[in-house]
């Protein structure tokens, strides 16, 4: 019990810290006269996040999703469907990209 204790104060002393490096760097920004805007609009940054943009949209994106369906819901869902029995392993699970899409309690 002590230790999940530890393992929270951890988790939400990282988010702090994460929060503190950020007001200390856009404190260091303002003193030095640095406008963030300035740097996010520079061409170098628009060119790497283009970049990053089509490797995800051209590579992990596709990559991400074949996981998701062929593995995940594909080989995992026919797994626990033939664990329980009685569910249709035909059937793909809710959410899935060709299965039916989930309902809000309609």
């Not at 002590?2 to 951890?10: L, P």
């Not at 994106?61 to 594909?74: D, M, N, T, Y």
Request: proline share 4%; hydrophobic share 50%.
């Amino acid at each position: 019990m002590h230790h999940a204790i530890n393992s929270t104060s951890n988790r939400q002393g990282g988010f702090m810290k994460y929060i503190i490096v950020f007001a200390v760097l856009a404190a260091a920004l303002a003193y030095f006269g640095i406008s963030a805007a300035d740097i996010i609009e520079s061409q170098p940054v628009q060119a790497a996040w283009r970049v990053a943009q089509n490797l995800w949209v051209d590579y992990a994106s596709p990559a991400l999703a074949f996981l998701w369906e062929r593995i995940i819901v594909g080989f995992l869902w026919e797994g626990i469907a033939e664990f329980f029995g009685d569910v249709d392993i035909d059937a793909e699970p809710a959410g899935s990209a060709t299965g039916t899409p989930i309902q809000n309690g309609d």
